[in-house]
C-alpha cells in the first residue's frame, strides 16, 4: 500500500482528530452518569497521572523505535477508550477508562509534531502547524454538528462515535503514513532494548537541563496545567448547575453552538497568526504567546464569575479561541528550540509532563474547593494559578529566553 505526502496525512488528521467533542462526553458525565465535581476533576487527575508516569518513556520510545508506530498505538488506543466510556454506566470505570486514555495519548504526545518537524523540516513546521490548526476548526465544526445532532437522539451514540473516529485515525496512521524523516540506528549499532531507551531518555534530559528556555517552558506548563485541570472538568457543571440553561433546547446543542461560533472564529482568526508568525523572530513568537496566555487568565476569571447565561457562554466561546491559538503557536516556539533531532519527541514530552504533573498534583485541591465551596470558588482559584505562570513568560521574554545571572555558574550548562 503506497504511503501518502507527509503534509497530505498531516492534513486529514488534522481535521479528523478534532471530530470528536469533549462537550458530549462532559455532558454524558454529568447528566447520565451523575459524576460530582470531586468525581469530574479526578477523572483527568488519573487521566494526568498516567501521562505524567509513561509521557517520556513513551516519548523516549517513538524516538528510538518509530514515531509512525508509536502514533497508531496512541490513536487506537485513545479511540477504543473514548468508546468504552459511552459503553459504561460507573462512574469509577469511566475514571479508569480515562487513566488508561491518559497512557493511550502519550504515545502521540511529541511524537506527532516531532514526526512532522522531520519529515518537512523545522523551518517549515510552524505555517504548518498554523494551516493545520485552521485545518482543526473544520474538524471540530463538522464534528461539533454531526455529534451533537446525533446526542439529541442519543448521548451514548455520540460518545460511541467520537471513540471511533479517533480508531479511524489510528487506521489511516498505519496504512498511508510515511516516515521518511526518522531512522533508527543500524542494528550493528544498537544497544539492548532498554539501555538505547535510557540512553535517549538521558540525552533528552540533558538536552532540557541545559537550555534555560526549556527549563522556563516546564516550569510555565506546571502552573498552565494546574489551572486548565479546574476550567476544562468543572466548565460544563458550572453552567449547568450554577448558571442553568433554557430547557427548549438540549445542553448538547447550547455547548455546541459555542463551540460552533468559537470554531467559525478561529478558522480566520489563525489566518491572521500565520503571517504575523511565519516570518517573525522567535521574541515575536514568545510576546504573542504571553498576550493569548494573559487573555485566558482574564477570560477565566470572568467566566467563573458570571451571573448570567450570555456573559458565562461568551467567555467559554473567547477561551477557546485563545487556547486554540496558544496551542500551535506554543509548539512552534518549543521546536524553535529543539536543535537535535534525535531527541526532539523526548524534549516535546518532557514539558509535555510538567503539563500533566501541574493537573494531577492541582485537580484533587481544585474539586475538594469545588465540594466544600462551590465550583465558583473552584474556577476562580483555578484562574489565578495562571499568575505564576505568566510570570515565568515574562522572565523568558525579558531575557529572551537567556539566564545571565546564571551563565558562568557551576554546572550552568
Known amino acids: 500500500m503506497s504511503r501518502w505526502p507527509a503534509l497530505r496525512i498531516f492534513n486529514v488528521l488534522e481535521v479528523l482528530l478534532p471530530m470528536p467533542t469533549w462537550i458530549v462526553v462532559a455532558i454524558y458525565l454529568v447528566r447520565d452518569l451523575h459524576m460530582s465535581p470531586l468525581q469530574l476533576v479526578l477523572m483527568g487527575t488519573v487521566m494526568e497521572a498516567a501521562v505524567f508516569l509513561f509521557e517520556v518513556p513513551t516519548g523516549v520510545v517513538a524516538d528510538t523505535y518509530s514515531r509512525r508506530a508509536s502514533l497508531a498505538a496512541g490513536f487506537l488506543g485513545m479511540g477504543l477508550c473514548s468508546a468504552l466510556v459511552g459503553f459504561t454506566t460507573s462512574a469509577f470505570a469511566a475514571i479508569v477508562l480515562w487513566g488508561l486514555w491518559g497512557f493511550s495519548y502519550t504515545f502521540t504526545s511529541g511524537a506527532y509534531q516531532a514526526w512532522l518537524a522531520d519529515e518537512i523540516g523545522v523551518e517549515n513546521l510552524g505555517p504548518a502547524l498554523l494551516?493545520?490548526?485552521?485545518?482543526?476548526?473544520?474538524?471540530?465544526?463538522?464534528?461539533?454538528?454531526?455529534?451533537?445532532?446525533?446526542?439529541?437522539?442519543?448521548?451514548?451514540?455520540?460518545?460511541?462515535?467520537?471513540?471511533?473516529?479517533?480508531?479511524?485515525?489510528?487506521?489511516?496512521?498505519?496504512?498511508?503514513?510515511?516516515?521518511?524523516?526518522?531512522?533508527?540506528?543500524?542494528?550493528?549499532?544498537?544497544?539492548?532494548?532498554?539501555?538505547?531507551?535510557?540512553?535517549?531518555?538521558?540525552?533528552?534530559?540533558?538536552?532540557?537541563?541545559?537550555?534555560?528556555?526549556?527549563?522556563?517552558?516546564?516550569?510555565?506548563?506546571?502552573?498552565?496545567?494546574?489551572?486548565?485541570?479546574?476550567?476544562?472538568?468543572?466548565?460544563?457543571?458550572?453552567?449547568?448547575?450554577?448558571?442553568?440553561?433554557?430547557?427548549?433546547?438540549?445542553?448538547?446543542?447550547?455547548?455546541?453552538?459555542?463551540?460552533?461560533?468559537?470554531?467559525?472564529?478561529?478558522?480566520?482568526?489563525?489566518?491572521?497568526?500565520?503571517?504575523?508568525?511565519?516570518?517573525?523572530p522567535t521574541s515575536d513568537v514568545a510576546r504573542i504567546l504571553f498576550l493569548l496566555l494573559a487573555a485566558v487568565f482574564v477570560l477565566e476569571l470572568l467566566f467563573a464569575q458570571a451571573g448570567s447565561l450570555g456573559v458565562a457562554l461568551g467567555a467559554i466561546l473567547l477561551v477557546s479561541l485563545a487556547r486554540s491559538l496558544f496551542a500551535p503557536v506554543y509548539m512552534t516556539w518549543l521546536n524553535q528550540q529543539i536543535t537535535d533531532s534525535s531527541v526532539r519527541a523526548t524534549v516535546i514530552s518532557i514539558t509535555g509532563q510538567a503539563d500533566a504533573i501541574g493537573q494531577a498534583a492541582g485537580g484533587p485541591a481544585l474539586g475538594a474547593i469545588g465540594n466544600v465551596w462551590g465550583l465558583r470558588t473552584a474556577l476562580t482559584a483555578g484562574a489565578l494559578v495562571l499568575v505564576p505562570a505568566l510570570g515565568f513568560y515574562g522572565r523568558a521574554l525579558r531575557h529572551d529566553g537567556r539566564e545571565p545571572e546564571l551563565e558562568g555558574l557551576p554546572g550552568a550548562a
Open 131 to 280: 494551516r493545520g490548526a485552521r485545518l482543526g476548526f473544520v474538524g471540530s465544526l463538522l464534528g461539533l454538528g454531526g455529534l451533537v445532532a446525533l446526542s439529541t437522539v442519543s448521548l451514548r451514540a455520540s460518545v460511541i462515535a467520537g471513540g471511533a473516529i479517533t480508531i479511524a485515525c489510528g487506521v489511516l496512521t498505519i496504512a498511508f503514513m510515511p516516515e521518511h524523516g526518522f531512522t533508527r540506528k543500524p542494528r550493528g549499532e544498537r544497544a539492548a532494548p532498554w539501555a538505547e531507551l535510557a540512553q535517549t531518555a538521558k540525552a533528552g534530559a540533558r538536552f532540557v537541563r541545559a537550555r534555560n528556555l526549556l527549563l522556563l517552558l516546564f516550569v510555565s506548563e506546571l502552573f498552565a496545567g494546574m489551572s486548565s485541570e479546574a476550567y476544562d472538568r468543572l466548565r460544563e457543571a458550572h453552567v449547568l448547575r450554577d448558571i442553568g440553561l433554557p430547557h427548549t433546547v438540549a445542553p448538547a446543542v447550547w455547548f455546541g453552538a459555542v463551540g460552533a461560533v468559537a470554531t467559525v472564529f478561529g478558522f480566520f482568526a489563525v489566518g491572521r497568526l500565520i503571517r504575523h508568525v511565519e516570518h517573525r
